[in-house]
Nanobody
Framework: QVKLVESGGGLVRAGGSLRLSCAASGRSFSYNVMGWFRQAPGKERVFVAAINWDSSRMDYADSVQGRFTISRDNAKNTVYLQMNSLKFEDTAVYYC????????????????WGQGTQVTVSS
C-alpha cells in the first residue's frame, strides 16, 4: 500500500505560481512512477505530468509544457509540481498518483491516489 497526501494548493492570480507537494508513505516510494492529474468541475480527470523513479524521464501534457515542472526527492518520499505562469484554465483539483509499472498518461495505469488539493486561478 502507498498513501499519498497532497498539499500546497490555494488561490492565486493569473500569472502567478504555486508549488504542490505530495508526500508518500508505505511501500518503497523510490520504485514508483509518480504522476499528477487534475480534474476541473464537470470534467474528467486528465494527465498533467509524470516522472520516473530516478528522475531521468519526465512527461508533460501539452497544456502545461514549459510552465509546469515535476520533480521528486526520493530521500524525502516526496514529489513536487512547480506551476508557473498559471492560467484561469489551470483551475482544478490536483491529484498525486503512484504507478507500480511504467510511465503513462492513462488514469487506469496508476495504482494509488491522493485525496486531491484545490488550485484556483483568478483571472
Amino acid at each position: 500500500q502507498v498513501k499519498l497526501v497532497e498539499s500546497g494548493g490555494g488561490l492565486v492570480r493569473a500569472g502567478g505560481s504555486l508549488r504542490l507537494s505530495c508526500a508518500a508513505s508505505g511501500r518503497s516510494f523510490s520504485y514508483n512512477v509518480m504522476g499528477w492529474f487534475r480534474q476541473a468541475p464537470g470534467k474528467e480527470r486528465v494527465f498533467v505530468a509524470a516522472i520516473n523513479w530516478d528522475s531521468s524521464r519526465m512527461d508533460y501534457a501539452d497544456s502545461v509544457q514549459g510552465r509546469f515542472t515535476i520533480s521528486r526527492d526520493n530521500a524525502k518520499n516526496t514529489v513536487y509540481l512547480q506551476m508557473n505562469s498559471l492560467k484561469f484554465e489551470d483551475t482544478a483539483v490536483y491529484y498525486c498518483a503512484a504507478a507500480l509499472r511504467g510511465m503513462g498518461r492513462r488514469y487506469n495505469q496508476y495504482d494509488y491516489w491522493g485525496q486531491g488539493t484545490q488550485v484556483t486561478v483568478s483571472s
